[in-house]
């Protein structure tokens, strides 16, 4: 099949990762390391910093599993809680 075709805009919306892969030319272990995972879990798990530093602010006596169940209780957000201790390291 030859790689000359026109691609509408936007056509790439909903491609995994092998079919990009495959167009760019890389592979699946090139794309995998070219991403930072501070920057992964700043997309995913960013809107929960104003209320983890709210409830801080409010409770500095508090540990993390303390600050889990508020973030349930509070804002009803369920955190895993390796995810919660690399949200508060970072």
């Known amino acids: 099949m ?3 075709r026109i691609w509408p805009i936007g056509c790439f ?3 995994g990762v092998n079919q990009i ?10 794309y995998y390391y070219s991403i930072d995972p501070a920057q992964t879990l700043e ?3 960013g809107h ?3 209320m983890l530093e ?5 409770n500095p006596s ?9 973030l349930f209780e509070v804002y009803g957000e ?8 690399k949200l508060l390291l970072a």
């Open 43 to 45: 997309q995913r798990y």
């Open 62 to 70: 508090y540990g993390y599993r303390r600050i889990k169940k508020a």
């Open 54 to 58: 709210r409830i801080i602010q409010k």
């Open 13 to 15: 919306q909903r491609a």
């Open 21 to 30: 892969c495959r167009l760019l030319g890389i592979s699946k272990k090139t």
């Open 48 to 50: 929960l910093k104003s």
């Open 78 to 85: 369920a955190v895993n809680h390796k995810v919660l201790l």
């Open 2 to 4: 030859a790689n000359n």
